[in-house]
T-cell receptor, first 110, second 116 residues
Framework: GQQVMQIPQYQHVQEGEDFTTYCNSSTTLSNIQWYKQRPGGHPVFLIQLVKSGEVKKQKRLTFQFGEAKKNSSLHITATQTTDVGTYFCARNTGFQKLVFGTGTRLLVSP | GAVVSQHPSWVICKSGTSVKIECRSLDFQATTMFWYRQFPKQSLMLMATSNEGSKATYEQGVEKDKFLINHASLTLSTLTVTSAHPEDSSFYIC????????????FGPGTRLTVL
């Protein structure tokens, strides 16, 4: 399946700064999931977005699904060192499989 | 919550040997499990879908004779890397879903394979 592109590939911020990663697809997505992978760890599910224009919040994290259901974003307000890791979006295929985005690696300096 | 375990967490082997990696769903039954491979600083790439009681479905470009998958029970899937070579060195991660109505996947902690 076609991989979903994410930008930026890497971002280094100072603690307290905001961070945003964008996920873009050339095709319409039925839904989009977001995962976080800490260094040396495994992906952990964060959220799933299904509806066009949907916005969901989890504490300092805000997730958006575009109106055309072709893009999504994850915004972290006032980053903390515990936010360090790689953030992946992932799309479901029609066969229950997940196709992961290219990922954005976040580094937060204290 | 749903817990998935993997064993071993890391393995070093000589070129030409075979390595078996186990993936277990600890507190739920999984008719379907997935095997991924992740090279350093890259994304997860799906290798195959493991189906309990039937043959695995492999992604394009993944050699089924090299990466043998057996899903013998509702809680266990195994991936055997046969005749391993240094280019097979990678992070292998399995995942499982609670059921067909759930989209969220629960990932095992991964197995780091190093082939010398």
């Amino acid at each position: 399946g076609q991989q979903v592109m994410q930008i930026p590939q890497y971002q280094h911020v100072q603690e307290g700064e905001d961070f945003t990663t964008y996920c873009n697809s050339s095709t319409t997505l039925s839904n989009i999931q977001w995962y976080k992978q800490r260094p040396g760890g495994h992906p952990v599910f964060l959220i799933q977005l299904v509806k066009s224009g949907e916005v969901k919040k989890q504490k300092r994290l805000t997730f958006q699904f575009g109106e055309a259901k072709k893009n999504s974003s994850l915004h972290i307000t006032a980053t903390q060192t515990t936010d360090v890791g790689t953030y992946f979006c992932a799309r479901n295929t029609g066969f229950q499989k997940l196709v992961f985005g290219t990922g954005t690696r976040l580094l937060v300096s204290p | 919550g749903a817990v998935v375990s993997q064993h071993p967490s890391w393995v070093i082997c000589k070129s030409g040997t075979s390595v078996k990696i186990e993936c277990r769903s600890l507190d739920f039954q999984a008719t379907t499990m997935f095997w991924y491979r992740q090279f350093p600083k890259q994304s997860l790439m799906l290798m195959a879908t493991s189906n309990e009681g039937s043959k695995a479905t492999y992604e394009q470009g993944v050699e089924k004779d090299k990466f043998l998958i057996n899903h013998a029970s509702l809680t266990l899937s195994t991936l055997t890397v046969t005749s391993a070579h240094p280019e097979d060195s990678s992070f292998y991660i399995c995942s499982a879903r609670l059921g067909t109505s759930y989209n969220e996947q629960f990932f095992g902690p991964g197995t780091r394979l190093t082939v010398l």
